[in-house]
């Protein structure tokens, strides 16, 4: 249970805090505080109902605050938000250590206690101690039972609201030696009697050890609209008394027993007019109206029948995930071979199983696939925070945009991408948004701009930081490149080369080292890190506009829907995500041999031909046509010449292995159904090395 | 005889600690996770509701006042947990229609008393 508690507390934190972040754009803006108010509530009562006392407390205080605000009587200031997060992250690191055992938590929650105390303005208490939590459990023990007059006279509507008052009698029968005389004055003759107006009452003797509170209290939920009174009659237990036993059970027929006028309640006594009734019976009065109400319930069938809807979403560990995917892999394997028997089987009873194991499994891998992704928003909101920490410790100001959050991403993709990305965005805030004079100086607003970005292009997501920053200085890199000797000082090297030159080892550009963006150890990190996960980093940058970093990523690295084509003997797969059209070879018209390009449709696209990049010398048989499979990278289309088009074919990638790290053409393998193994295409990377800008110029212009 | 009792509350580690006590108790028991699942998990089997206050989409207190409006949930015992024990909250829990209403923090002991008072 406390796992979930955790696990819980830490989303709400962040919940807030996306909250908070946006409130500090805008102060105003009342839903946003109700919202924070309601956060913190909820966090409030979990911990306190985990034990979390400290915690509790802690937020309690700042609830206060929140509430001032949503009065009206008290603003939402940067230092109160500041003030916030900073508790935010106390309770972070407090979840562990809630008895504030260690001394640098216990020092850090009582300033800050005296923080958020000064804007309620109260003063801070005495250092929460352990004591203060357990004052009312240490009430002196009482081991001696006094006696209670009860007088009980439910309201009209008790039953109506849905309480059973003899359930209440029963509760106070259960404190001790008890005695209850109904009244039954009221009740009605059978034809006139309302089953859901509660007409009786009681007047009850009690000996117990608890005290007057203890008996109001089981009254609390009925104490509206009911006479209820509690009398203390005497300091001893009455009813070992022979003789008071005797005349109260007396009583309950014709009068009450003792001289209860001198307790001041003779009013409430019943003038018992149906004799005979055994008091500790219940009241006809209730357990005659108790089965009504219940028919009543049970006929009444016109009003809506519930419908049972599933929980709209579950907890499931990531490692189930990962299982369920592996499975499901195979499982496509395995469907792979079926299928390829069952062809060759011409059985048709076999081929329609198989046919329908492969929609089955294709949907399947649809749906688990699903799962596995994640909208990247997670892993923005973290970002914001960042942002506004740093930039403010740098004395600039800056707005920082997200779009696209909704963009799905592999969770363990998200996973390796978040300290890259929070690299970048330290770089942006520390070298690529100018302090505030400068930006003045310029002519640029004052507050700087970070855009962070996600988008589908293919079978790519591309994520893309954009600031308005001061840019990159080609000639500046260029100087520092020769200084540090990374590259000759008589190099050519076009613009985007020497940009690229950034991701190099131990390449700093800052002139002053600040601890935001550390010791320039980080692009090639960052670099290598989004090469593992088979993405890319392009860099663009103009001096004082700004600077563009695009990370592009493969959307799903398992298993993927590709055409599977020929080649000699040799089969590949082209993910069909990248793929725009299917043409044949005679379609095409060759306008250029040297540059390959050619025209197919009236376009002019450059083309690459497998058999040559691949070094493939099987002979190719006189009367296959070849094929064109035209694919899009973002930028424009390229034609890739193969020998044949199998089909389409669900992909289940298996890396290449270590020993072919380097190699770019390939993303992975497959198996296909015979035991064959497939290659599969980047066609990403294949585009980008074997079509050059001017066979882009050449056809996009 | 049916002792179905319906959870209301947005935070699961709360809907969670609640059903397992109850569940415990040997009572069956429904979830939702506010006031709007609620209404739409209601049925005749329910003899207690037990629900949070504060909720997004639904809070507790339109909940009752919905269910209370409903001739066939007219007599429904309604529990309302609430964290602070302000009267106000209890006030208006109560003017809307709430039975009763236990103050966080609350122990399983507490919960039980509770709806012991109501279904058995």
């Known amino acids: 249970m406390k796992a979930v508690y955790l696990e819980e507390a830490n989303e709400l934190l962040d919940n807030l805090e996306g909250a908070l972040l946006q409130l500090d754009e805008t102060p105003e803006e009342k839903s946003l505080i109700e919202e924070v108010f309601r956060i913190m509530h909820t966090l409030k009562g979990n911990s306190s109902m985990f034990g979390f006392t400290n915690i509790a407390e802690f937020i309690h205080n700042l609830e206060t605050v929140y509430d001032l605000i949503r009065g009206g009587k008290q603003q939402v200031s940067k230092e109160l938000i500041d003030t916030t997060l900073a508790s935010m992250d106390h309770i972070k690191q407090i979840v562990d250590d809630h008895e504030l055992e260690d001394n640098s938590n216990k020092d850090r929650h009582e300033s800050l206690t005296e923080q958020i105390l000064a804007y309620t303005g109260e003063t801070a208490p005495a250092p929460a101690s352990p004591a203060k939590q357990e004052p009312s459990e240490q009430e002196a023990p009482k081991s001696t039972e006094h006696t209670f007059y009860i007088h009980f006279k439910p309201g009209k509507s008790v039953v109506t609201d849905g309480n059973n008052p003899l359930y209440l009698v029963d509760e106070l029968f259960s404190l001790g030696t008890c005695k209850a005389l109904p009244y039954t004055d009221k009740v009605e003759d059978i034809d006139a009697f309302n089953p859901t107006e509660c007409i009786t009452g009681w007047s009850i003797f009690l000996a117990t050890e608890k005290d007057e509170g203890d008996i109001k209290d089981v009254f609390v939920f009925v104490e509206a609209g009911s006479e209820i009174n509690v009398e203390k009659i005497s300091e001893t237990n009455l009813f070992k008394n022979k003789k008071f036993s005797e005349k109260i059970e007396g009583v309950s027929l014709e009068y009450l027993p003792f001289d209860i006028s001198s307790l001041e309640i003779v009013k409430e006594t019943p003038s018992s007019s149906e004799p005979g009734e055994k008091p500790k019976e219940p009241a006809p009065g209730i357990s005659e109206k108790k089965s009504p109400t219940r028919t009543v319930k049970e006929t009444g069938q016109t009003q809506q029948v519930a419908k049972e809807k599933t929980v709209s979403s579950i907890r499931v560990a990531s490692e189930k995930l990962d299982e369920l995917m592996n499975l499901v892999s195979e499982l496509i394997t395995t469907q792979a071979a079926l299928s390829l028997f069952a062809d060759k089987q011409s059985n048709s009873e076999l081929e329609s199983i198989s046919e329908n194991v492969e929609k089955l499994s294709r949907q399947l891998r649809d749906i688990a696939f699903g799962m596995t992704l994640i909208p990247i928003n997670n892993m923005f909101g973290r970002f914001q925070r960042m942002v506004r920490d740093i930039s403010k410790e740098l004395g600039k100001e800056v707005a920082f945009i997200t779009e696209g959050g909704e963009t799905e991403l592999d969770k363990s993709i998200i996973e390796s991408l978040t300290d890259p990305l929070m690299h970048i965005l330290r770089n942006s805030l520390d070298h690529g948004i100018e302090s505030m004079e400068d930006r003045q100086t310029l002519g640029k607003p004052e507050r700087g701009t970070i855009v962070l970005r996600a988008y589908y292009s293919g079978t790519n997501v591309n994520v893309e930081i954009r600031d308005d920053g001061k840019g990159i200085d080609p000639v500046v890199i260029r100087e520092k490149a020769i200084e540090k000797g990374v590259i000759q000082e008589d190099a050519v090297l076009s613009e985007k080369e020497i940009f690229n030159l950034i991701f190099h080892a131990g390449f700093s550009t800052a002139k002053v080292i600040t601890d935001v963006s550390g010791r320039g150890v980080g692009m090639d990190v960052v670099r290598r890190n989004i090469n593992n996960l088979r993405g890319e980093i392009d860099i663009e940058s103009e001096v004082n506009v700004g600077t563009t970093l695009t990370i592009s990523l493969p959307l799903s690295l398992s298993i993927i829907d590709g055409l599977l084509v020929q080649l000699g003997k040799g089969f590949f797969v082209v993910p069909l995500a990248a793929i725009d059209k299917c043409y044949t070879h005679a379609d095409a018209k060759e306008v250029n041999k040297f540059t390959n390009i050619m025209e197919l449709d009236n376009e002019q696209i450059p083309y690459i031909d497998l058999r040559e990049i691949f070094n493939i010398a099987d002979e190719l048989s006189e009367d296959i046509t070849r094929q064109i499979v035209v694919v899009t990278n973002g930028r424009g289309r390229v034609g890739l010449i193969c020998d044949h088009i199998v089909g389409e074919y669900q992909a289940v990638i298996k890396p290449l292995g270590v020993y072919f790290k380097e190699q770019d053409h390939i993303s992975g393998s497959t198996i296909l159904g015979d035991g064959t193994v497939a290659l599969v295409f980047d066609t990403n990377r294949l585009v980008k090395k074997y079509v050059s800008k001017q066979q882009e110029d050449a056809t996009l212009s | ?120």
């Not at chain 2, 409903?70 to 009267?87: A, G, V, W």
Request: aromatic share 4%; charged share 25%.
């Open chain 2, 1 to 120: 005889m049916s002792n179905t009792l319906l959870i209301v509350d947005d935070s699961e580690s709360i809907r969670e600690l609640i059903s397992g006590n109850l569940t415990d108790a040997g009572y069956n028991v429904i979830k939702a996770v506010n006031g709007q699942d609620g209404l739409d998990k209601l049925n005749r089997e329910v003899k207690l509701i037990v629900t949070d206050l504060n909720m997004p989409i639904m809070d507790g207190i339109t909940m009752v006042k919905n269910i209370r409006s409903n001739p066939d949930y007219k007599h429904m015992p309604i529990i309302m947990l609430t964290t602070e024990s302000q009267l106000e909250k209890k006030n208006a829990a109560r003017m809307a229609g709430a039975t009763a209403w236990i103050v966080k923090p609350f122990d399983e002991d507490k919960l039980l008393g509770v709806v012991k008072k109501f279904v058995r």
